[in-house]
């Protein structure tokens, strides 16, 4: 178990969306990221869930922080405050300087630049950890709409990885981008 900094004082925010705890009333979002063939493949949320199974999976969030994996988001719109996503930052390494962070963006609101935002927001945040000198983030190579979207982040591809992990049964290639503190 690693001892994670604070939870941030004021929500990390970019470009009409801000990072926030997960609620009851955000099990909307595991609906809508369930109906996903992809996303139920990488995290704890069930494919094509009940409304009692996506409550399940926004009340697992929480937990991410308290048991001292890291941190997990709801991505809001600034203007309504409701959950269009998902972002975490990962901090199992942080004894070695090293982050990972993930997202997940609602089928409904892709191709807005939302992912975008919200690897910017959480990198924002990661680089007030003052241990903390690289994020990485893992990428399947065919994944072009998130790969442009850590790009726009400023997140670096350094290569592919493979044979990396097991996603769906069958063990996957990922490119691996990063940043690095400045």
């Known amino acids: 178990m690693t001892d994670l900094p604070p939870w941030p004082a004021s929500p990390p ?6 990072l926030r705890p997960f609620t009851d009333a955000d099990a909307h979002l595991g609906l809508e990221l369930g109906e996903d063939p992809y996303v139920p493949l990488i995290g704890s949320l069930a494919a094509d869930p009940t409304p009692a199974q996506a409550l399940e999976w926004v009340r697992r969030q929480p937990t991410r922080y308290t048991d001292g994996t890291g941190f997990s988001f709801a991505v809001a ?10 972002a975490g930052l990962w901090l199992q390494a942080l004894a070695h ?3 990972s962070a993930g997202y997940s963006v609602s089928p409904a609101h892709r191709g ?4 975008t935002s919200a690897i910017k927001a959480v990198t924002a945040f990661a680089w007030t950890i003052p241990a903390l000198h690289r994020i990485e983030l893992y990428i399947e190579p065919w994944n072009t ?3 442009r979207a850590a790009h ?3 997140y670096a591809r350094e290569g592919v990885l493979r044979s990396h992990q097991e996603i769906g049964g069958t ?3 990922m490119a691996l981008y990063a940043a690095i503190r400045a």
């Open 152 to 154: 726009a982040a400023g």
């Open 145 to 147: 709409g998130s790969s």
């Open 77 to 86: 719109d600034a203007g309504s405050g409701r959950a269009v996503g998902s």
């Open 171 to 173: 063990r996957r290639d």
């Open 97 to 99: 300087g090293r982050a």
């Open 13 to 18: 925010a970019c470009d009409g969306i801000f």
């Open 112 to 115: 807005r630049g939302v992912a």
